[in-house]
């Protein structure tokens, strides 16, 4: 049997224990979870598990970050899950974000009225960029 660990404790004491799905599921003598072998396909760049926790704790939500990443929202909700991320209550403000190129990034700082009334971050996307404002919701 080939030394692979358990995913929850990282113990190499495994047990096999049949069969689901067509591949071989083990039993850790650890702390007796059960898990299969890691399927072989696509693994996720940690970039964008990254780039999607960043986001959702910016305010974004789980399908706007889907459309923004092209990562789907269920994955974005499972990483949040693992990661025990909170995304803190914001009731006065809320978020927008625009994805700009280098130029328009530039054009946009250069005029102090943008910079005035919001709260706002730059984070890189791929060859792009990702500008979140804050703005005080009018109370009207």
């Excluded at 030394?3 to 190499?12: A, D, N």
């Excluded at 047990?15 to 689901?20: F, L, R």
């Excluded at 780039?51 to 990562?71: C, F, N, P, T, W």
């Excluded at 919001?118 to 960029?129: H, I, P, Q, S």
Aim: proline share 3%.
């Amino acid at each position: 049997m080939a030394q692979i660990s358990c995913p929850k404790c990282e113990s190499k004491e495994a047990t096999k224990s049949g069969i689901v799905g067509g591949r071989q599921r083990y039993k850790c003598k650890n702390c007796s979870y059960h898990y299969s072998v890691a399927k072989t396909g696509k693994e996720t760049n940690p970039y964008y598990v990254i780039k999607a926790l960043q986001l959702y704790v910016e305010g974004v939500s789980y399908r706007e970050i889907e459309r923004l990443l092209g990562v789907s929202h269920v994955s974005v909700m499972n990483w949040v899950k693992k990661y025990g991320v909170k995304a803190p209550r914001q009731t006065e403000y809320h978020p927008t974000y625009k994805i700009l190129n280098q130029k328009e990034l530039a054009d946009f700082f250069a005029k102090a009225e943008n910079l005035k009334g919001a709260g706002m971050m730059v984070t890189e996307l791929g060859d792009k960029y990702m500008m979140i404002r804050w703005e005080r919701f009018r109370q009207g």
